[in-house]
């Protein structure tokens, strides 16, 4: 019984070294600290800590898929604007969960290097696209068609992609919900020169 413990633990100890210190700069041994297990477990229940990392980047990607849909589908503020109730809701959960949204980054910079992980990217991104289009258009996910998730499920990806970087880059010149909005309405409707 001891042993399900451990694999468990080893998990929970990567990804909270993931987290704190990123996927290149964790080590096995800083594994073991955090789970409290032993450097042999890992070789017993994951093979390699490159194996481990990569289950550990996977729950990762699952925990930020489960924080975005709680931003995207959580209470507005009675009397807002629900698109920048959507952005505050968005920026919100990238200054709660800052840890869970820079591992999700760097999700993509090892996918390059890691056929499973670019697999299961690809999978993400293909749902949320569809997730993005459905919430946005009110049409249910196995209503929408191919283009309307190729172009209003991308379009609100890339959207948010850009948003997630500069607030992670500097919060403090990053736009506020109410300055998207404004942004993605000036470009929806350029004025002509």
Known sequence: MATVGHKE???????????EKGYARTTARDIVALSGTNLGSIGYHYGSTEALMTTAMLSA????????????????????????????????????????WLASVEVMIQAEHNPQLSAQLADGIEQGRRGMAALITGTPEDELDDQTVRTVGSMQMALMSGVLTQWL?????????????????????PSRA
């Open 61 to 100: 990607m699952e925990d930020w898929g489960d924080a975005v849909f709680t931003a995207l589908t959580g209470p507005g503020i009675e009397g807002e604007e629900p698109m920048v109730g959507f952005w505050r809701r968005i920026v919100g959960s990238i200054t709660q969960h800052r840890p869970l």
């Open 9 to 19: 633990d080893l998990l929970a100890g990567a990804k909270k070294s993931l987290y």
């Open 169 to 189: 880059a500097n919060p403090a010149t990053a736009p506020t919900p109410e300055e998207i909005v404004a942004g993605i309405r000036a470009l929806a409707t």
